[in-house]
Each structure stands twice: as structure tokens, then as C-alpha cells.
């Protein structure tokens, strides 16, 4: 198994909900072996509250989590990806900027939790949205990354994401 750490962008356009609870799962299931980010074409400005209910609710810290737009990682100073998902369908249709490296891609489309109506299931919403994103990020992080070529590593990455929980 490979040493290195593998940077990760999930993209969504608001960046404040999946994109957020993606970046953390990437962080916290990678363990070090991957530095996950995440950004957003028309960035929302702030967290989303569910997002940050469901994180505070599972324990997770806010520190550092902010909406922020994908320009910021098409810097030339940005860290350079090895892998980008979007993880909502208006985000993988849009014209994403050129990233250096030329990062594999993959959507995973999550349906939108924060748009849900209610308190409950509002919540059941972001517990679904974050058991999909933990699903797919645990079977992506199994992947023998050293063993795969980069046409199997890229098509076992669009399985992921057709995979429904």
C-alpha cells in the first residue's frame, strides 16, 4: 500500500451541505492518507445549519469548515488534486475550471438535504446524504490505488458512485 496522501476536492455548487459533509468523511475515514477539500461553483457563503447540525450531532468539529468558491483551488498556489468528485447533479454538468494535474473525476450525486422541508426530516435527509457519502468514500478508500491502471481506477470510481444506499 502506497504512502503517499492523496489531496481530494468534492465539488457542489453551493458548497454547504453535501460538498462540507463530504470533506469531512474524506478526513476522518482517510486517516491521514487523504487531505480532502471542498468548494463550490456559486458558493452559498455559509455553512449550511443542517449540515452543521449533523456535524455537531456526530461529533464532528466546524473548525476551519467555510462555503468557498472552486476559484480558490484553480489558483496556481492551490493544492494539486489527485481526485475530484461532485457530488450534485447542477455541479457535474457546469464547466469546471482546469485543475493542474489533471485530477481523475467521478460524479457521486447525493440528493440535496438542505432544501428539505421539517425539522425531522430535514435531519433524515443530511442522515442519508452523510450515510451515502460514508458508503462510497469507504469503498473508495479500499481500492488498491498502487495496483490499479488509471482507466480501472476511473471506471471503479464511477461505480461508486452508481451505488445507492
Not at 465539488?11 to 487531505?35: D, P, Q, W, Y
Not at 468548494?39 to 449533523?54: D, L, T, Y
Amino acid at each position: 500500500m502506497s504512502e503517499k496522501t492523496y489531496n481530494v476536492l468534492i465539488l457542489c455548487t453551493g458548497n454547504s451541505a453535501r460538498s462540507i459533509l463530504g470533506e469531512v468523511l474524506f478526513n476522518h475515514l482517510g486517516k491521514g492518507r487523504f487531505k480532502a477539500y471542498s468548494a463550490g461553483s456559486k458558493p452559498a457563503g455559509r455553512v449550511n445549519p443542517g449540515a452543521e447540525e449533523w456535524l455537531q450531532a456526530n461529533g464532528f468539529s466546524m473548525a476551519g469548515l467555510r462555503s468557498k468558491s472552486w476559484d480558490e483551488f484553480a489558483a496556481p498556489d492551490a493544492p494539486q488534486f489527485d481526485f475530484i468528485f461532485t457530488v450534485c447533479d447542477n455541479a457535474a454538468g457546469e464547466v469546471c475550471p482546469i485543475w493542474p494535474g489533471h485530477p481523475m473525476t467521478a460524479h457521486w450525486g447525493i440528493p440535496d438535504p438542505a432544501h428539505i422541508a421539517g425539522d425531522e426530516a430535514r435531519r433524515a435527509a443530511f442522515n442519508q446524504a452523510a450515510r451515502q457519502l460514508a458508503t462510497r468514500i469507504e469503498l473508495f478508500l479500499q481500492l488498491p490505488f498502487d495496483k490499479l491502471d488509471k482507466l480501472a481506477l476511473k471506471e471503479k470510481m464511477a461505480e461508486i458512485g452508481r451505488i445507492e444506499d
